[in-house]
């Protein structure tokens, strides 16, 4: 879930993103918004890969098109990060729907417990305001200002460390909550997974469908 540009070759790969949105338009019309400045060079790359590329459409907020108990494992990097305490709460319990008895999810996100200690070591708080805040309207090109009014910036909405992330997991109904250091899984099956994924600034949690 929440794919980007890490594609996994035997994984169902998703992504909610404006740009797979964006990538369904006519190619006329993407060089139209990209030459107008609504789409900058980053997210116009982004959805050429998309548009060569098997990734599924889906809306995490929303009822996903999979049956219940139909899904293994779940992977998802630093996208949790972008949702409020509510949404990651919906999208845990859709998780909890689809996968199988005994299925695994695996997450990697934001850890303000290492932002603050990595602040108390460096004192540098315009690192960690960046860290834990969305940019400012004013801060953002021309491009970008336009497009959040329709879609608004949701740049780390919430701020969770191990401890807030287990709880809403276990509120879900998930089991087996585990935090592990870089590079470490309980799940086979995963090892295409970058498990280093952004290991400088991540927690990594695995839980288990009772």
């Known amino acids: 879930m929440g794919c980007g540009q890490t594609f996994l070759e035997g994984w169902i790969n998703c992504d909610g993103s404006l740009s797979a949105r964006l990538s369904k338009l006519p190619q006329a019309l993407l060089q139209l918004a990209r030459a107008g400045g609504l789409v900058d060079q980053r997210n116009f790359s982004f959805i050429q890969f998309l548009r060569t590329h098997d990734v599924v459409p889906v809306d995490v907020l929303k009822a996903w098109p999979f049956s219940s108990e139909s899904i293994d494992l779940i992977y998802t990097s630093h996208m949790i990060d972008c949702f409020s305490e509510k949404q990651i709460q919906r999208f845990f319990r859709e998780c909890l729907r689809v996968l199988k008895p005994g299925g695994a999810l ?60 287990s709880a809403m997991l276990r509120a879900a109904g998930f089991m087996a909550i585990t935090r592990l250091p870089p590079g470490h899984s309980g799940i086979l099956g995963i090892e295409p997974v970058n498990l280093y994924q952004r290991h400088g600034e991540s927690m990594y949690i695995e839980a288990r469908k009772p």
Do not use: T, W
Not at 126 to 150: C, K, Q, T, W, Y
């Open 106 to 165: 695996r997450l990697a996100g934001l850890d303000v417990e290492r932002e603050v200690q990595n602040y108390l070591q460096d004192h540098d708080c315009r690192r960690l305001v960046g860290m834990i805040s969305a940019p400012r309207s004013e801060d953002l090109e021309f491009g970008s200002r336009f497009m959040n009014l329709f879609v608004p910036s949701k740049h780390y909405l919430a701020h969770h460390d191990a401890a807030s992330i």
